[in-house]
Nanobody, 119 residues
């Protein structure tokens, strides 16, 4: 069982930066692919960024060049550095860890952290 806890959300002005962190306990996060999703009010959950177990990264077009996903294996965390934030980045951000095993797909979620971009 993996427990994921997100932190780092808050209120920031447009153009500002935030760094979200996803801390894992119960398992080694480096063996999982980790995704950051977000969900704005009234909208569907959207995949924002992925880091694979091999540390390849993938981003949705709307955040390319502004967001960076990274791992800190010593701390068993995955971070999302968000720069040049826009009001449309306002959402609850969720960390997801996923791994395919011989028993099936292991899929874990955090409870989310709220990001509000507003002047």
């Amino acid at each position: 069982q993996v427990q994921l806890v997100e932190s780092g959300g808050g209120l920031v002005q447009p153009g500002g930066s935030l760094r979200l962190s996803c801390a894992a306990s119960g398992s080694i996060l480096s063996s999982y692919g980790v995704n950051w999703y977000r969900q704005a009010p009234g909208k569907q959950r959207e995949l924002v960024a992925t880091i694979t177990s091999g540390s390849s990264t993938i981003y949705v077009d709307s955040v390319k060049g502004r967001f960076t996903i990274s791992r800190d294996n010593a701390k068993n965390t995955v971070s999302l550095q968000m720069n040049s934030l826009k009001p449309e980045d306002t959402a609850a951000y969720y960390c997801n860890a996923r791994k395919l095993t011989t028993y099936g797909i292991m899929d874990y979620w955090g409870k989310g952290t709220l990001v509000t971009v507003s002047s």
